[in-house]
């Protein structure tokens, strides 16, 4: 037994262009993305994208092969990065705004937490492990934000049969929140989002797992009482 989401979530979560689709399917705003396959020409101007974006790999975690393109000549460079950790790359309109994570226990939101990289554009891999990463809860949005990503919750855990722990990374931009991608093995740690969202309300470390395990077992019994 294990707590978190099925291994189909878990595995749906990781191919992001697919995730992308269906909450944009069902009017979730997603910045203008794209996908690309190793060896596939990819024109930029039909492509319907813009300078700056994003490219990152299309179904990896931890923020691996993520690079910020400003001009056509950054392109080559970032595309080796990217397809050394899949076959397939995704190349993303960049929003530039308040970058939060929303860390979910069930279907309840535990906090909105607002990621402060410094002087970093983006939140990659090496920004993660060896940046100046601050993190603050609430995060500094507006309160119409907050409702649509109340909205956006709802619209993913019904879309993902996602439950337990898990996070949905996001850009707000004023009023108007973007879904990124969601994570359903967040890091479970001091430091971690997770915890980042839950100790200023006075939560320990051991209150936080105890928590996260007694939803686990809650969605065990209605299972069993169907």
Same mark, same amino acid.
């Given at each position: 037994?294990? #707590?978190?989401? %099925?291994?189909?979530?878990?595995?749906?979560?990781?191919?992001?262009?697919?995730?992308?689709?269906?909450? #944009?399917?069902?009017?979730?705003?997603?910045?203008?993305?794209? @996908?690309?396959?190793?060896? @596939?020409?990819?024109?930029? +101007?039909?492509?319907?994208?813009?300078?700056?974006?994003?490219?990152?790999?299309?179904?990896?975690?931890?923020?691996?092969?993520?690079?910020?393109?400003?001009?056509?000549?950054?392109?080559?460079?970032?595309?080796?990065?990217?397809? $050394?950790?899949?076959?397939?790359?995704?190349?993303?309109?960049?929003?530039? %705004?308040?970058?939060?994570?929303?860390?979910?226990?069930?279907?309840?939101?535990?906090?909105?937490? @607002?990621?402060?990289?410094?002087?970093?554009?983006?939140?990659? &891999?090496?920004? $993660?492990?060896? %940046?100046?990463?601050?993190?603050?809860?609430? !995060?500094?949005?507006?309160?119409? !934000?907050? #409702?649509?990503?109340?909205?956006?919750?709802?619209?993913?855990?019904?879309?993902?049969?996602?439950? #337990?722990?898990?996070?949905?990374?996001?850009?707000?931009?004023?009023?108007?929140?973007?879904?990124?991608?969601?994570?359903?093995?967040?890091?479970?740690?001091?430091?971690?989002?997770?915890? @980042?969202?839950?100790?200023?309300?006075?939560?320990?470390? &051991?209150?936080?797992?105890?928590?996260?395990?007694?939803?686990?077992?809650? &969605?065990?019994?209605?299972?069993? +009482?169907?």
């Amino acid at each position: 037994q294990y #707590n978190g989401s %099925g291994p189909f979530t878990t595995t749906l979560s990781l191919a992001k262009t697919i995730v992308k689709q269906l909450v #944009n399917d069902l009017g979730v705003d997603t910045p203008t993305f794209k @996908e690309f396959k190793k060896g @596939e020409r990819i024109d930029i +101007l039909k492509s319907g994208l813009n300078f700056p974006f994003v490219i990152k790999p299309s179904r990896c975690g931890s923020s691996h092969g993520i690079s910020l393109v400003k001009s056509q000549s950054e392109m080559a460079q970032a595309l080796t990065k990217a397809f $050394k950790d899949d076959s397939r790359v995704l190349i993303e309109e960049f929003i530039k %705004g308040t970058e939060v994570t929303i860390v979910c226990l069930g279907k309840k939101i535990l906090g909105v937490v @607002e990621i402060e990289k410094g002087l970093e554009s983006i939140y990659s &891999y090496d920004t $993660k492990m060896f %940046g100046e990463i601050h993190c603050c809860e609430p !995060a500094r949005i507006s309160k119409l !934000a907050f #409702n649509s990503i109340d909205n956006l919750v709802e619209t993913v855990i019904s879309v993902m049969d996602i439950r #337990n722990l898990f996070r949905i990374d996001a850009i707000v931009k004023g009023d108007k929140v973007y879904f990124l991608e969601i994570n359903t093995l967040p890091f479970m740690a001091e430091g971690g989002e997770p915890f @980042e969202a839950v100790k200023n309300k006075g939560w320990s470390m &051991y209150e936080f797992i105890k928590e996260v395990i007694i939803d686990a077992m809650q &969605y065990k019994n209605e299972r069993v +009482l169907g």
